[in-house]
């Protein structure tokens, strides 16, 4: 059913729930996960926007070599890419180039204002996406913090 998984990380605590429930799926289903980590353009207004730059990328670069290595010791395939752009674009772009037939993906779980104000990647995903996708929720005061215990559920555009 998936061979495919894609699993965008920004190394938050609610990516990294998300982690958890693709190992799952990729043993399930005996799929690849292809790990997506993206720097989004920021404007610099105090420092040089190559310095900026830098360091996003070292960021995104840590985020994918984390859920590489716990990819690596649950013994599950996998290939991992960063790009440039826009979060929601990048993860739509890179699950239409890898064939991904379910993107797995946290999300804060926000809502009302704090979304409204803050905007949310995972719904332009769901909502752009050809693949299902799995938001992870994570709530750190509904679980102390352990985000092996954040739920999962598939959501599509059709289930609107």
Avoid: C, W
């Avoid at 990048?90 to 999300?107: F, H, K, P, Q, S």
């Avoid at 804060?108 to 204002?113: I, K």
Wanted: aromatic share 2%; net charge negative; proline share 2%.
């Amino acid at each position: 059913m998936y061979d495919h998984i894609l699993l965008p990380t920004d190394g938050s605590a609610a990516a990294e729930a998300a982690v958890d429930h693709a190992v799952r799926l990729a043993r399930s289903f005996e799929a690849t996960v292809h790990v997506l980590s993206v720097v989004e353009h920021v404007p610099a207004v105090e420092m040089d926007a190559a310095v900026v730059h830098e360091r996003l990328r070292e960021s995104a670069d840590t985020a994918a070599d984390r859920a590489v290595k716990r990819l690596d010791a649950a013994g599950v395939a996998h290939a991992s890419t960063v790009r440039d752009g826009s979060v929601h674009r990048a993860i739509l772009d890179e699950a239409d180039e890898v064939g991904a037939n379910l993107i797995v993906m946290g999300t804060h779980g926000r809502s009302g204002v704090g979304r409204v104000l803050l905007g949310s990647v995972t719904e332009r995903v769901v909502r752009g996406a050809d693949a299902p996708v799995m938001a992870v929720q994570y709530h750190p005061e509904n679980n102390g913090g352990d985000a092996s215990k954040s739920e999962g559920e598939v959501v599509s555009d059709e289930e609107e």
